[in-house]
């Protein structure tokens, strides 16, 4: 076990400037990996911070991390079926920033901003300029969330969550801390899998202080994504007391092979996180090149599953609007 020492990461300035210096030119992303890019003007634009393109490979035009964040042409193409909301999240009303889909559970949109822009996200359409909220949205929220004695678990999530600076989330845990029937904060991030150096002496403070659960769901498609750095950050989440899980999206020709997936699950459990779900892809128009058939899916997990242990295998699933809970499609 590494002794952990955070102390050059005592103020957020690291993975602010990290995030201010992020990569937002495919001119400047070709020159670095020296290829050759055909990106396109996307209103869903490049946006990937450099810790990240540090581990793709060099003159490598098919990079899996490279694929999940260059827009391409074949985003533009109408494919049928595909939405910009395929979820139906935009329609829900009620308290403003809270999704009450699935019982005991509410999830905050906390930001519309992420460290880095998936092309694959389901909500990469999502009016996201609209979504900050005030200090009297968080109120009402925190009024809501008092009263409703059917939630134990909170779910922090985006946009990204980690995009809110260590004093407001600070504030966030605190209010949640007061309220007795929460039993469990969740984190749904991908910020330090981007920018490792999000872990901050900080954070990690809020994780060892919080009176509830803590509960990193991390969001990690690609074994090349796990280095030495996002290793030892997620090591300092869980030895400060944090549950670690991983959700992944099945992305054509990102992950979709077995030997992919089963090394992410070994490289994950090295990184003391579990594999919690594996998603097919939403249909989210701009996505449709990155789809998986639900057959194939179904076939990498019983490939893995025959030559991994049991809790590295992750649950394929599908998100169904209006079901009562993610459907999880076995074998
Ligand atoms: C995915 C999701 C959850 C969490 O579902 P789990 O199966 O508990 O991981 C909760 N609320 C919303 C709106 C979700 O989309
Ligand atoms: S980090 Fe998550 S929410 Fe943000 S663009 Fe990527 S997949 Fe979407």
Redesign the pocket.
Known sequence: MRIINLSDRSLETGWQSQLQNAIRDPKDLAETLCIDVEAIDSEFPLLVPEPFLNRMEVGNPRDPLLLQVLPVAAELLDRVGYSKDPVSEQSKDGIRGLIQKYRGRALIVATGT?????R?????HYPYHLARLSQEDWRALFRHLKQDSSISEVIL????PLMLNDRTLASVFESLNQIPQIKTIRV????PV?IPSRVTKELLSMVETSQKKVVFVT?INHPNELDEALTFSLQTLRTGGATLLNQS?LLREVNDQADTLAELSRKLFAASVLPYYLHLLDPVQGAGHFNVEELRGKALINKISSELPGYLVPKLAREVAGAPAKKVLIG
């Open positions: 992420c460290a880095v822009n998936c694959y996200c389901f909500r990469r999530s985006g946009g990204d749904h991030t991908r910020l981007v969001h999206v």
